[in-house]
């Protein structure tokens, strides 16, 4: 048999079966994603010690603070895209805050979580699908933009682990659930 007729008939028995594709993430979905996220990166924020803030693995990569406000910088951006909802912060923290205090930080990752939830609880799961452009240059759906920034913000949460961990502080466990 060709390859042709395999693959069409594989299709065949998927349509069928009753295959559907994936359903669109719920915006009630989306939000406990993201209230687990806040508190799994507020333990990580509360788990480095004060002087840790200012630590860099390596001269040339970011500081621990430099890393959570990036991280909170990309909540504010893209989910203000991807909600329409206005940003308070303008800019880049990660570039420009001065002060990069436990206290600092925690305030500004944490009111990025609070912007991300009350963007997300005015949203309806009818808007999911809406086109948005994210920094002016991606074409995404608001589900996908959400999604991205939650992506981003694991990514940048994991690689904190590596800093606790060379300051001699255990990660906090796991919150897959």
Known sequence: MSRTFLSFGAGLLLLLSGFQSPQRATVAQLTADWERARVYTKE??????????????TPEI???????????????GIAAAASGKASP??????????DKSKA???????????????????MKDTQMGESVKVFGRFDLSREAALMKAFEHQTHHRGQTTVYLRLKGVKPPNEKLF
């Open 44 to 57: 990580y924020l509360d788990a480095m010690p004060d002087d840790g803030y200012a630590f860099k693995p």
């Open 62 to 76: 970011r500081s621990f603070a430099e890393v959570m406000y990036h991280l909170a910088d990309a909540n504010f």
């Open 89 to 98: 912060m303008q800019g880049s923290m990660e570039k420009t805050a001065t």
């Open 104 to 122: 600092a930080v925690t305030k500004a990752v944490l009111d990025s979580y609070d912007f991300v939830l009350d963007a997300l609880k005015g």
